[in-house]
């Protein structure tokens, strides 16, 4: 069984101000993990993944992650936010398989 | 390339009404799934078809029937709509690429209401 926790269900922060996002996952076997962002009245879009290699991973939009498997960890970062970041981000575990099990979301809104 | 497609966009039902939300992927990628998203939930996974003449249930699939008519399409139909099925509805489609991830395509949503 796999599961995610996103603890935070908001994040307010001003804009070119760094975020972190948290995600905490189990699993009980060897995983990957997405970061899945979701822009208002949108579908979901694949912002960064981890499957092996190096715990540090580059997304687009300048976004990255870091992959703590002591912690079973893996946060979102950003050393500077705009507006155009203001979203829905969604932490996801695979365990290799077709079926991914997504977090509960957290919202991103950048004040101006 | 339209990607995932998915229609309608919208849908309002009274309860006990049927309906199919039907969902297309031109990717050619075998595996296509069923989520609903509502506030504080995250996505929840209805049904899933890992290829063309399967499918299985996922987390969340009583009231709801699927179809994989062919590789291209997957439909989820609810038989009675029931007012605890409003949500929006998200269809993904994923393959398994060279580094044996899923990564998931998803469609734009249809926003069903049941009253």
């Known amino acids: 069984a796999q599961s995610v926790t996103q603890l935070d269900s908001q994040v307010p922060v001003f804009e070119e101000a760094p975020v972190e996002l948290r995600c905490n996952y189990s699993s009980s076997v060897s995983v990957y993990l997405f970061w899945y962002v979701q822009y208002p009245n949108q579908g979901l879009q694949l912002l960064l993944k981890?499957?092996?290699?190096?715990?540090l991973v580059k997304g687009i939009n300048g976004f990255e992650a870091e992959f703590n498997k002591s912690q079973t960890s893996f946060h979102l970062r950003k050393p500077s936010v705009h507006i155009s970041d203001t979203a829905e981000y969604f932490c996801?575990?695979?365990?290799?398989?077709?079926?991914?099990?997504f977090g509960t979301g957290t919202k991103l809104q950048v004040i101006p | 390339n339209a990607g995932v497609t998915q229609t309608p966009k919208f849908q309002v039902l009274k309860t006990g009404q049927s309906m199919t939300l039907q969902c297309a992927q031109d990717?050619?990628?075998?595996?296509m799934y069923w989520y609903r998203q509502d506030p504080g939930m995250g996505l929840r996974l209805i049904y899933y078809?890992?290829?063309?003449?399967?499918?299985d249930k996922g987390e969340v699939p009583n009231g709801y029937n699927v179809s994989r008519l062919n590789k291209r399409e997957f439909s989820l139909r609810l038989e009675s709509a029931a007012p605890s099925q409003t949500s929006v509805y998200f269809c993904a489609s994923s393959e398994a690429s060279w580094d044996s991830s899923y990564e998931q395509y998803f469609g734009p949503g249809t926003r069903l209401t049941v009253t």
């Open positions: 996801a575990v695979s365990g290799g398989y077709q079926k991914v099990t």
């Open positions: 990717m050619n990628h075998n595996s």
């Open positions: 981890y499957l092996s290699g190096s715990t």
């Open positions: 078809s890992a290829s063309e003449g399967t499918t």
